[in-house]
């Protein structure tokens, strides 16, 4: 119930400040967090909020704005968002990536947002073979983290990895094996031509991107670009 009063308040903000009459408000859409059944509107599971399991997103917040509403998971459409104004830009095959606080990938294939069923795709923190939830309270994950200390705390430890401290280029490596296993599996599934970097790890990309592509490298996978976000971290 907060969440839609925020949702409706800051829409009313967005309408002021743009100076826009509410009738001209054809339509919106929510981007997400969790598996999301972008077809139906609905929240299919939320990790670690159950409450939102079966919510009708789509519908309740479209009685709630007066306008047409669809939703869709924020990963995927961070994905699209890149491949028409971002990084990805005349990429039909795409991964856009986030991982360590939170952890999620939206899917780009023949140039359309790949869902899965009921959504599922991408929620790979959901996976228990992958456990990705072991890693995401201190270092390098908590570039995305949504807490701005824990940002704040990431990028002081980048600042360290960047001026040569052993013990931050150490926790580097270990984060950039991380998400080298990441797109490892990608490479070998969907098999991206280009994953971008985005959630936070954008500010660290320079640093991250050429450990990644080592790693790669060294293991022979398929040549991947990897970029980050041109598009900021949300």
Do not use: C, M, Y
Not at 6 to 25: F, N, W, Y
């Amino acid at each position: 119930e907060r969440a839609l009063q925020h949702l409706a308040a800051v829409t009313e903000i967005a309408r002021e400040q743009a100076g826009l009459d509410p009738r001209v408000l054809a339509a919106g859409t929510i981007a997400a967090g969790g598996v999301i059944d972008a077809r139906e509107g609905v929240v299919v599971r939320l990790i670690n909020a159950p409450a939102w399991t079966g919510f009708p997103l789509a519908e309740t917040a479209t009685a709630l704005l007066g306008f047409p509403i669809t939703t869709d998971n924020d990963a995927n459409l961070a994905a699209f968002a890149e491949s028409r104004a971002g990084a990805a830009e005349g990429h039909d095959d795409v991964a856009w990536l986030v991982h360590g606080n939170r952890t999620g990938a939206g899917f780009l294939l023949r140039g359309a947002i790949h869902h899965g069923h009921r959504g599922a795709a991408g929620e790979l923190v959901e996976s228990r073979v992958l456990d990705l939830k072991q890693s995401a309270a201190d270092g390098f994950s908590l570039l995305s983290s949504p807490i701005a200390a824990d940002r704040t705390a990431a990028l002081a430890l980048t600042d360290a990895a960047r001026a040569g401290d052993d013990s931050a280029l150490a926790l580097a490596r270990d984060f950039a094996a991380e998400l080298a296993d990441l797109i490892d599996v990608l490479a070998w599934t969907i098999a991206p031509e280009l994953v971008v970097l985005g959630g936070g790890l954008e500010d660290a990309s320079e640093l991250l991107v050429p450990l990644v592509l080592d790693r790669l490298r060294e293991r022979g996978d398929p040549a991947i670009r990897v970029l980050p976000t041109a598009l900021g971290a949300d």
